[in-house]
């Protein structure tokens, strides 16, 4: 039977599905048990219909989405429709045979049971500070295999018609240092897909066999919305490329992409991309669509539905064994500062096409992980933070100071809550001075960072990206300032850390300071309104040294 359906009541059906997803993330970060969720979100949550398109993710870390989007696709593809039932949810990680992205990443995966049947999936990830590996944290630039960076878990039950598979969540926690931890968010995970699968019965309910139609018409106006959206930009192949940290520290890979941009579809080229690397900077398939993704919608139509409609309209080419396109067992924990990097790429080529909405480079995030023994000395923690970088500017406006990019979207984790969880003290939390390249708008300021140790036997594992090439600036605006890592500055034993390290000790009282990069400014400094430059100098913004006195434009 065809069902006729009018554009309210699919607009009235999405909205019901974008609020499931809303109330299952608000179920799953008000339950968490670690600070890494409750008090940094790092978590997302997302509805899927009955052949695993997403139809509705709330807004939390865009990355997340292809992690989510694989592992349905693993699911499905490893178990058939009547070998699944109510109750059952599912639990995956492995990029290779799990759909996911990295392994800290656990995706948690529930069908949704109608009148007999499967029509929907409802699906959760949330980042575990801890999953094994050779570093704490399960995440270090330095792992060289995917073995090294923990617990591998293919698409299998972890709930059978209600019941826990104690086994696979034994094997779960047993590989991490803090299992207490584990317990108490994969429980949270579980309590976010109870909450969405009772949402999305009472939306059938309501609409009854109307409901898929609607969403199929949904669908088919993202898809054409997106398709329009295209159609406004100039049409022709754009190169663009960016560098990623390589192999030896100072060396560099490169990421190579041709844009071309036709009628109503974007084809995204990344033929002579460097070859994957030996370090855990590769950037697995999943973390690469969600990337493309995010970018292409936030710069052509930030307003687009965050659904499955508008992703058959771009076409990926990323050659196998590339570090766009991984082969196993190549590592890929710290894929998320690569999409860093690989998202101002594809805005960069993206700002060819359109240049009155470009974006300039940005400083992707820095990652520190700490571990050791609580102040008491009765346990181990592991604490996992990510500290923002500086966004680029626009044609129309200043970058933003201290944020996180293009697919990354995690909070930081505040001053209060990690004084209140780990042995660390925040001595310095601050945006940057000088960081956002200078143009006639700056980029956006990186942060300053410092901890200091207040027990013996910590370790901090750091992984980075841009301390050795800048994010760039465009028509004429200055590159942003590097990020890089300081042991114990100001002091005799003041050492810059390299981009990459693990398990670096830090003994009682030592401080670390993370200094993470700036976005690219936009046009020539020269042009900047001299309201503005007064107000960069009295807050220390940008310096103005490195420019023509003729060109500061500074009232004064």
Same mark, same amino acid.
């Given at each position: ?251 560099? /890979?490169? =990421? %190579?992409?041709?844009? &071309? $941009?036709? !009628?109503?579809? @974007?084809?995204? #080229?990344?033929?002579?991309? +460097? ?11 999943? /973390?690469? =669509? %969600?990337?493309?993704? &995010? $970018?292409? !919608?936030?710069? @052509?139509?930030? #307003?687009?539905?965050?659904? +499955? ?248």
């Amino acid at each position: 039977m065809t069902h006729a359906i009018d554009s309210i009541t699919a607009e009235v059906v999405s909205r019901h599905l974008l609020s499931i997803s809303e109330e299952m993330a608000a179920t799953l970060i008000r339950t968490a048990f670690s600070p890494n969720i409750k008090e940094r979100a790092d978590c997302s949550t997302a509805v899927f219909d009955r052949h695993g398109r997403v139809i509705a993710q709330a807004q939390r870390v865009p990355i997340h989405l292809g992690s989510m989007i694989g592992a349905i696709s693993a699911i499905t593809a490893r178990f058939k429709p009547d070998e699944i039932r109510p109750g059952d949810m599912f639990v995956a990680n492995d990029p290779y045979s799990g759909g996911g992205s990295h392994l800290p990443d656990i995706n948690i995966i529930a069908p949704v049971f109608w009148r007999g049947e499967i029509v929907a999936y409802v699906a959760n990830i949330a980042h575990h500070a801890d999953v094994g590996g050779m570093v704490a944290g399960s995440e270090a630039a330095v792992c060289r295999s995917i073995f090294q960076e923990g617990l591998r878990i293919p698409p299998v039950r972890i709930k059978t018609g209600d019941k826990i598979n104690r086994d696979v969540m034994d094997i779960i926690l047993l590989n991490s240092r803090t299992p207490d931890e584990r317990s108490g968010d994969l429980q949270a995970q579980f309590a976010a897909n109870v909450t969405g699968i009772r949402s999305v019965r009472a939306l059938f309910d309501r609409y009854g066999e109307t409901t898929e139609p609607a969403i199929e018409a949904y669908l088919t106006f993202t898809r054409r919305r997106f398709e329009a959206a295209i159609g406004r930009i100039k049409p022709g192949t754009y190169h663009v490329e960016d560098f990623l940290d390589g192999d030896v520290e100072g060396e560099t /890979a490169r =990421i %190579a992409l041709a844009l &071309t $941009v036709e !009628k109503n579809r @974007l084809v995204l #080229d990344f033929t002579g991309t +460097a070859p994957q690397l030996s370090w855990a900077r590769n950037i697995p398939n999943q /973390a690469l =669509i %969600a990337t493309i993704y &995010t $970018v292409a !919608k936030s710069l @052509l139509d930030p #307003d687009v539905p965050a659904n +499955a409609g508008y992703f058959g309209t771009m076409k990926i080419i990323a050659p196998e064994g590339s570090l766009v396109q991984p082969a196993a067992p190549a590592p890929v924990g710290c894929r998320s500062i690569s999409c860093g990097v690989l998202g101002d790429a594809i805005a960069i080529a993206l700002s060819q096409a359109m240049p009155e909405r470009a974006l300039t480079g940005s400083g992707p995030h820095h990652l520190a992980v700490f571990a050791g023994p609580e102040a008491d000395g009765a346990g181990y923690f592991v604490n996992y933070e990510t500290i923002a970088g500086g966004m680029g500017a626009r044609p129309y406006r200043d970058g933003i100071d201290g944020v996180r990019v293009h697919a990354s979207g995690a909070a930081n984790l505040p001053v209060e809550a990690l004084e209140h969880a780990y042995p660390l003290r925040i001595e310095r939390y601050a945006l940057r001075d000088c960081s956002g390249g200078a143009g006639q708008y700056r980029g956006g300021a990186g942060v300053v960072r410092d901890y200091r140790s207040l027990v013996d036997g910590i370790t901090a594992s750091l992984s980075s990206e841009r301390q050795h090439v800048p994010a760039p600036g465009l028509e004429g605006g200055e590159s942003g300032e590097l990020g890089c890592f300081i042991l114990n500055p100001g002091t005799p034993e003041e050492r810059q850390m390299s981009s990459a390290e693990a398990a670096v000790p830090m003994p009682r009282g030592t401080v670390l300071s993370i200094r993470t990069p700036g976005g690219g400014g936009y046009g020539n400094a020269g042009a900047r309104d001299p309201q503005s430059v007064a107000t960069d100098r009295r807050e220390g913004r940008v310096s103005y040294d490195s420019i023509a006195p003729a060109q500061k434009g500074d009232a004064a």
